[in-house]
C-alpha cells in the first residue's frame, strides 16, 4: 500500500492537517479506550508500514469493524477466515486452533466461527451475502504429521464454510509456512506474507501448544495479494 501523497493547495488556503495517530483525542487511543466483549481483540497500534490504525487478532480473538482498520494476525498451523459483506460493508477477522474442544472458546474452530458470523449480523451482515478468505494451516512443526492440526483446521473451516454455503473467494492454506495476514474490513481487500519456517519460534511454540491437545485424526483457491 502506497503512503498518501499531499496535494497542492489552493492559494490563500490552507493545507489540511494530519489526522492525530496518538494522544488524547486520538482515534486510536479511543479504541484503546472501549470497553471490548469477551474474545474480541483488543491489541490496537498505529502500523508506519500502512500508515494506517490497526489491530492484532491474537488466537482465540476475533474482530469486526466497518472502518478502514487494518485488522492482522500471524498464523502457524492455526487459521483465520476473514468474512466480509459486499452489502453491508462490513468484515471481520478470527483466529483459532483446533477444530473443535471443550466450552464455549474462540480457540475452537466451531466456535469462533459462529462468533465471527455472529457479530457480522449484529453490524447488518447476512449469511447470504457473506464471502470467506481463508488462510494459515501450515505445516510448521516438522516430525508431528500423524497429527496434522493444520491440515485438520484447514478441513474443518472449508467444510463449515461450505455448510453454510459461504463462498471461499481466495485462500492460501497449507504447505510449510508460517503467514502474516492483513485484512481490511471496510472493503474485505486482504493481505498475506509468507514467512521464512526458520524464522517461526513463537508461532512453533503455539502449534506445539495446540498440538498437544488435539487427539490423532481418524483419516486423513483464489488469488490474494502478497505484500
Known amino acids: 500500500m502506497a503512503p498518501l501523497q499531499p496535494t497542492p493547495s489552493a492559494p490563500g488556503t490552507r493545507p489540511p492537517v494530519p489526522r492525530a495517530t496518538s494522544g488524547p483525542g486520538s482515534r486510536l487511543e479511543k479504541l484503546k479506550a472501549a470497553t471490548r466483549k469477551p474474545g474480541e481483540a483488543s491489541f490496537f497500534f ?25 485488522v492482522m494476525t500471524t498464523l502457524g498451523s ?46 447488518g451482515a447476512s449469511r447470504l451475502t457473506m464471502e470467506a478468505k481463508v488462510f494459515g494451516g501450515g505445516a510448521v512443526i516438522a516430525g508431528m504429521n500423524s497429527i496434522n492440526v493444520g491440515e485438520r483446521n484447514t ?19 497449507l504447505e510449510i509456512y508460517p503467514r502474516k495476514v492483513c485484512f481490511l474490513p471496510a472493503t474485505g481487500k486482504a493481505m498475506v506474507k509468507r514467512l521464512a519456517p526458520t524464522n517461526a519460534e513463537a508461532l512453533v511454540q503455539q502449534d506445539r501448544i495446540a498440538a498437544q491437545k488435539a487427539a490423532p485424526a481418524r483419516t486423513g483457491g483464489g488469488s490474494v495479494d502478497l505484500f
Open 155 to 173: 478441513k474443518f473451516v472449508m467444510d463449515f464454510l461450505s455448510m453454510e454455503r459461504i463462498p471461499v473467494v481466495s485462500k492460501d492454506v
Open 46 to 70: 498505529y502500523d508506519a508500514h500502512f500508515q494506517n490504525e490497526a489491530v492484532k487478532v491474537l488466537p482465540g480473538e476475533y474482530y469486526v469493524d466497518n472502518e478502514d482498520m487494518l
Open 78 to 123: 492455526c487459521i483465520a477466515a476473514c468474512l466480509y459483506d459486499r452489502q453491508a460493508k462490513v468484515g471481520g477477522m478470527n483466529h483459532f486452533m483446533l477444530p473443535d474442544g471443550a466450552g464455549d472458546s474462540g480457540r475452537y474452530g466451531s466456535y469462533a466461527m459462529e462468533l465471527l458470523i455472529n457479530e457480522m449480523m449484529k453490524r
